[in-house]
T-cell receptor
Framework: QKEVEQDPGPLSVPEGAIVSLNCTYS??????FMWYRQYSRKGPELLMY????GNKEDGRFTAQVDKSSKYISLFIRDSQPSDSATYLC????????????FGAGTRLFVKA | GAGVSQSPRYKVAKRGQDVALRCDPI?????LFWYQQALGQGPEFLTY????????KSGLPSDRFFAERPEGSVSTLKIQRTQQEDSAVYLC?????????????FGPGTRLTVL
């Protein structure tokens, strides 16, 4: 079993829909939780990060962390065709350390 | 300013050849990470530098993989005697922070194909 599990999709939604992306994890030591967006043939770019549990909102994006369930989510409101990309969850331990564990990524298609 | 750059963007190697992949981090960033991303997968950690010191190389898959950052800026990932299973995109990321891994800025990657 992988440390971080993420449904690879693809997920296809109409423009304007609310998108829900999720990851589960097994390592209770994870403290930092990130969401990256990766366009085809590009490097990942950081969308949001959250420390420990709770919610964080940034524009159309909301990140949620439930450490008791070892479950994190990213919600995208009013989805746009430009949101079509692969979304990667990522996590790391608070040890000053260096290793970030990524999920496999979910491919999202937003249809105009 | 410029972001993280990597070269070459594409590399085709015959099995058994040695390759060298270059990463130019954002100027002044102390932390540098290398990742390997197989098709349809997320990036997998290879190694981490803080300035010129390689503090974690636990993700390097074999002793054929070697990374260096001699002056604390540009880094090179070298793969000796390439094998077909080495085919992947190799991503470099840099961060202004020491250790904590959440503010990484990624380069576009080098796509390595081993024939």
């Amino acid at each position: 079993q992988k440390e971080v599990e993420q449904d690879p999709g693809p997920l296809s939604v109409p423009e304007g829909a609310i998108v829900s992306l999720n990851c589960t994890y097994s390592n209770s030591a994870f403290q930092y939780f990130m969401w990256y967006r990766q366009y085809s043939r590009k490097g990942p770019e950081l969308l949001m990060y959250t420390y420990s549990s709770g919610n964080k909102e940034d524009g159309r994006f909301t990140a949620q962390v439930d450490k008791s369930s070892k479950y994190i989510s990213l919600f995208i409101r009013d989805s746009q065709p430009s949101d079509s990309a692969t979304y990667l969850c990522a996590m790391s331990e608070y040890t000053g350390g260096f290793k970030t564990i990524f999920g496999a990524g979910t491919r999202l298609f937003v249809k105009a | 300013g410029a972001g993280v750059s990597q070269s070459p963007r594409y590399k085709v190697a015959k099995r058994g050849q040695d390759v060298a992949l270059r990463c130019d981090p954002i100027s002044g960033h102390v932390s540098l990470f290398w990742y390997q991303q197989a098709l349809g997968q997320g990036p997998e950690f290879l190694t981490y530098f803080q300035n010129e010191a390689q503090l974690d190389k636990s993700g390097l898959p074999s002793d054929r993989f070697f990374a260096e950052r001699p002056e604390g800026s540009v880094s090179t990932l070298k793969i000796q005697r390439t094998q077909q299973e080495d085919s992947a995109v190799y991503l470099c990321a840099s961060s202004a922070r020491r250790g904590l891994a959440y503010e990484q800025f990624f380069g576009p990657g080098t796509r390595l194909t081993v024939l």
